[in-house]
């Protein structure tokens, strides 16, 4: 009897005694962050805009934060010589692409990760693998080269988008900078903290973006899902059309 | 100094929803005020100059032939509205162009349509322009060239020949108007051709209607003006509609805009072409064609800066 309580003591003492190492070290690498405003209007004089991250951590590491902006579906065309003209002869699909890709971190990305690490989460411009949707799977490769290098070209795709500073040991900020050009929709902000050559910890949140004012509206009503609606908006076209071209007949008799 | 009042007036910037890109207004109504003198000048729609010089400005080809037919609507308003008043329009023969051209504005717009889904729309507009002027051109500066010269050209003989199959035609209908009894299939015909190269390509349609009605209907010259002008804008009208339903392409701040510039603009252009004698005129219109046709040509034969180009594709 008594055996059995020793042996019970001891094992609640070895468990005690190593619970740090099992349950504890869980525990030790945390990340919270939020974004100074998680809705962005774009107006018609839109030149660009800064979102600033911030947020603490627990434990020692780096931080990095991914921007991601709505996915889509990408068709690359490749133009070739058609009778003397240039046409598109060759596209290759791909689906869930990213339309605005961006990273900042506290330290360069090579410093504090290994490549294949980097590769598994197609962490900076280089690494995205966009997805093949339709197309000639030789050309893979290729195609979704130029989508990235296109990408980047139209500053939508950015390895460096700011800079994570650490304001004391835990508390950190980030100002991003969003291009004149973004598009539109729900974004993924991911910030995550790195030790050991590994993501440890990882905190994501929404952003969204939407066009504000009357090109915008107008832009909606355009596109409108209903076919209705867009006959509507090709009548008052039409409408809009005659009352400006019937008030420049007037103005022309009074001269 | 002059540089600060440039950049100042420059800075008056427009969103265009539809074309999404930004441009200064002044240069819009400059534009709209350009072609509307040219139209006013030369008497021309001026359709097929503007949809050219909005995509060598940067504008998606798909956005520049919907538009186009929107603003044909507020440029023909005030010319149809001054032949109706007169009594130029042939009502029987206009509804029978009209016709075949709302028919061929549907089949323009969904090969339109057709054309942009296989990726080749930028292309096919291209080309078909710089035939269209090309052939165009080249004629109008044959002509006036003889014209300067005073050189007749004799071309009586093939019209008799083609008068005589057009009479065979089946379904005769008299038109009072234009003192004509001839198929109804004729106008149909001609309205059909004509609005699908409207809708296609985001012009009036009126350098084709004009000698069609005048050699091929054989219609008084009186009457031709009126009646193709009423056709060419109910045409645009429902091109515009088609184009928005199908293409989501017009954008209707882009027309209004260049439609005001246009307004002062034919004001300038009719009074200066009052004073000018006529076959000079359109020897500078043929030339100012060739030019467009040129700087089209050499868009679609120069090697592009890139070899690739990413579209996104619409999930609709």
Same mark, same amino acid.
């Given at each position: 009897m008594i055996v059995v309580k020793i042996c019970r003591y001891l094992l609640l003492i070895v468990l005690f005694t190593?619970?740090? %190492?099992? @349950?504890? %070290?869980?525990?030790?690498?945390?990340?919270?962050?939020?974004? =100074?405003?998680? &809705? /962005?209007?774009?107006?018609?004089?839109?030149? @660009?805009? =800064?979102?600033?991250?911030?947020? %603490?951590?627990? @434990?020692?590491?780096?931080?990095?934060?991914?921007?991601?902006?709505? &996915?889509?579906?990408?068709?690359?065309?490749?133009?070739?010589?058609?009778?003397?003209?240039?046409?598109?002869?060759?596209?290759?699909?791909?689906?869930?692409?990213?339309?605005?890709?961006?990273?900042?971190?506290?330290?360069? &990305?090579?410093?504090?990760?290994?490549?294949e690490v980097l590769d598994r989460y197609q962490l900076g411009v280089g690494r995205i693998k966009p997805t093949l949707a339709s197309g000639d799977p030789s050309q893979e490769r290729l195609f979704a080269a130029e989508l990235v290098k296109r990408k980047r070209d139209l500053g939508l795709y950015a390895?460096?988008?700011?800079?994570? /500073?650490?304001?004391?040991?835990?508390?950190?900020?980030?100002? &991003?900078?969003?291009?004149?050009?973004?598009?539109?929709?729900?974004?993924?902000?991911?910030t995550l903290l790195v030790a050991d050559g590994r993501i440890v910890a990882a905190q994501n949140m929404p952003l969204v973006i939407s066009k504000v004012g009357f090109g915008a509206d107008i832009y909606r009503f355009a596109n409108a899902p209903y076919a209705a609606l867009r006959f509507a908006y090709g009548v008052l076209a039409v409408l809009a059309a005659l009352a400006i071209g019937w008030t420049g007949h007037l103005v022309s008799r009074r001269r | 100094m002059t540089g600060y009042f440039v950049d100042w007036i420059l800075g008056f910037q427009l969103y265009l929803p539809i074309a999404e890109m930004t441009v200064p207004i002044v240069l819009l109504l400059g534009l709209g005020a350009l072609v509307g003198f040219l139209s006013g000048l030369f008497g021309v729609g001026g359709g097929f100059l503007m949809t050219p010089l909005l995509i060598l400005m940067g504008v998606p080809p798909t956005v520049a032939v919907a538009t186009q037919s929107n603003q044909i609507v507020a440029t023909s308003v005030s010319g149809v509205l001054a032949h109706w008043t007169r009594g130029n329009v042939d009502g029987a023969m206009g509804?029978?162009?009209?016709?075949?051209? #709302?028919?061929?504005?549907?089949?323009?717009?969904? !090969?339109?349509?057709?054309?942009?889904?296989?990726?080749?729309?930028?292309?096919?507009?291209?080309i078909a322009y710089v035939v269209m002027l090309g052939a165009i051109g080249i004629m109008m500066t044959?002509?006036?060239?003889?014209?300067?010269? $005073?050189?007749?050209?004799?071309?009586?003989?093939?019209?008799? !020949? *083609?008068? $005589?199959?057009?009479?065979?035609?089946?379904?005769?209908? *008299?038109? *009072?108007? #234009?003192?004509?009894?001839? #198929?109804?299939?004729?106008?149909?015909?001609?309205?059909?051709?004509?609005?699908?190269?409207? #809708? !296609?390509l985001g012009v009036g349609g009126a350098f084709m209607l004009v000698p069609a009605m005048i050699y091929i209907v054989g219609m008084p010259t009186m009457v031709v003006v009126g009646t193709s002008l009423f056709q060419i804008i109910f045409v645009a009208a429902i091109s515009t509609i088609l184009h928005s339903v199908e293409n989501r392409a017009v954008d209707v701040m882009l027309a209004l805009v260049l439609t005001v510039g246009?307004?002062?603009?034919?004001?300038?252009?009719?009074?200066?072409?009052?004073?000018?004698?006529?076959?000079?005129? $359109?020897?500078?219109?043929?030339?100012?064609?060739?030019c467009v046709a040129a700087g089209l040509l050499y868009i679609s034969v120069a090697r592009p800066e890139s070899l690739f180009d990413i579209t996104i594709v619409d999930s609709r």
């Open positions: 190593l619970s740090p %190492a099992i @349950g504890f %070290a869980q525990y030790q690498y945390g990340i919270v962050a939020d974004i =100074d405003n998680h &809705l /962005v209007a774009i107006t018609a004089d839109f030149s @660009g805009q =800064d979102v600033l991250i911030f947020g %603490a951590i627990q @434990g020692a590491g780096d931080v990095v934060v991914v921007i991601r902006g709505p &996915l889509s579906e990408v068709a690359v065309n490749r133009k070739g010589r058609v009778a003397g003209i240039w046409a598109n002869v060759e596209t290759v699909d791909f689906k869930d692409v990213p339309s605005l890709y961006g990273l900042a971190s506290s330290r360069p &990305l090579y410093e504090i990760m290994p490549p390895d460096r988008v700011g800079q994570v /500073v650490f304001v004391g040991p835990t508390l950190f900020r980030a100002n &991003l900078r969003l291009p004149s050009n973004v598009p539109t929709g729900t974004f993924m902000i991911d | 509804i029978a162009l009209l016709a075949g051209g #709302s028919a061929g504005s549907g089949v323009g717009v969904a !090969l339109f349509s057709l054309l942009r889904h296989v990726g080749q729309i930028d292309v096919v507009i291209n044959i002509e006036s060239i003889h014209a300067l010269r $005073r050189v007749k050209i004799a071309a009586a003989a093939p019209e008799a !020949l *083609r008068r $005589r199959w057009i009479q065979r035609l089946p379904w005769k209908m *008299r038109f *009072r108007k #234009s003192r004509l009894y001839i #198929s109804v299939w004729v106008p149909i015909g001609i309205g059909f051709f004509v609005g699908v190269l409207s #809708s !296609l246009s307004v002062f603009g034919v004001q300038f252009g009719s009074r200066t072409g009052a004073k000018l004698p006529a076959e000079q005129l $359109r020897f500078l219109l043929a030339l100012l064609i060739l």
